[in-house]
């Protein structure tokens, strides 16, 4: 995952561990080891300038507490602003009332469709039954795409092939769905102009009164994330994000670091193309296991 991101910082934190003084020469070596690896992975680099500052300011200047070597303490300086970087804790779903409605939006591409078709799998798993409305009016093949994945989990689908209006759709899945513990509500990913599109999520959410708008954003486009996240935050509070694509793609890094800046949680992240390969997301699991 991450391309090269995990092997070059895994390299990097082998060579500082088998280091035996640790000394200002050795921690600047560390960070560039660092640095190269996180703008390689489209980190941006006022984020990479930051995080270089950090540790070192940290590592030539913190006492190690009593009984950590200066070793493990850099180590864990790394470690800790890696984590902050993505995010600090992972946050979950918490799904607080009925129906708990959540509504995704991004654009054509993202991985919106199957992004929803992993999520209601994954509340199917935890004992609910989600049920999925579809207002994608712009791609005729949203419905059928929709219509596929939901009969193969079981899980109910409102749509109409024939019904052009979105906000239309929108409250008649609602009405249909009102006795439903969870619904999720698919939106349009294109329109004719990119402004429209966010018009149409504006209206939407104003319909729908959404408990949670979670944005699906592809991992691949690296740090460009950041402008993505900030156009749709414009036209609804965004409450959660997904990540996608993760598997395979160098630009990850620059993906996950750079939406911080709109205040939502990085809550699951795409690993693959399966109907399994959605993971929550957790800062601390995910650089752990990234630094091998
Ligand atoms: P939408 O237009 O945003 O609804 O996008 P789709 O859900 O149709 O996905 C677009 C393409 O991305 C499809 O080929 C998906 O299989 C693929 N895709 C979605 N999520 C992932 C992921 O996490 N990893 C990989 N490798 N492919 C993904």
Redesign the pocket.
């Known amino acids: 995952m991450l391309g090269n991101l995990g092997k070059n910082l895994t390299k990097t934190m082998k060579k500082l561990a088998g280091m035996t003084i640790i000394d200002e020469e050795v921690v600047k070596e560390v960070i560039k080891d660092i640095q190269r690896a996180l703008i390689q992975s489209d980190v941006n680099i006022k984020l990479v300038l930051n995080l270089s500052k950090t540790i070192e300011d940290r590592a030539l200047n913190e006492e190690p507490p009593k009984g950590v070597t200066a070793k493990e303490h850099v180590i864990k300086i790394v470690y800790d602003e890696l984590v902050h970087l993505l995010g600090d804790k992972a946050k979950e779903v918490e799904i607080d009332k009925k129906p708990y409605k959540i509504l995704f939006v991004?654009l054509?591409?993202?991985?919106?469709?199957?992004?929803i078709g992993k999520m209601g799998r994954y509340l199917q798993k935890k004992g609910f039954n989600p049920a999925i409305i579809c207002t994608d009016t712009w791609r005729p093949a949203a419905y059928e795409?929709l219509r596929q994945l939901t009969e193969s989990l079981n899980l109910s689908l409102y749509g109409d092939p024939d019904n052009q209006d979105a906000l239309d759709l929108a409250r008649k899945g609602l009405n249909e769905f009102k006795k439903q513990d969870l619904i999720i509500v698919d939106t349009a990913?294109r329109h004719k102009e990119e402004k429209d599109l966010l018009d149409e999520m504006e209206q939407i959410s104003a319909v729908v009164e959404p408990d949670e708008v979670m944005l699906?954003i592809d991992g691949t486009i690296g740090q460009q994330a950041r402008e993505q996240a900030l156009a749709f935050s414009k036209t609804t509070k965004i409450g959660s994000i997904v990540i996608?694509?993760?598997?395979?793609s160098a630009k990850g890094g620059g993906a996950l670091s750079a939406v911080s800046e709109i205040g939502a949680p990085i809550k699951f992240i795409?690993?693959?193309?399966k109907i399994e390969?959605l993971e929550a997301f957790d800062p601390e699991r995910f650089i752990s296991r990234l630094l091998g």
């Not at 054509?108 to 992004?115: A, C, D, F, L, P």
């Not at 795409?270 to 193309?273: A, L, Q, R």
């Open positions: 991004g054509q591409g993202s991985g919106k469709t199957t992004t795409q990913g699906v996608t694509k993760l598997d395979g795409g690993t693959g193309e390969d």
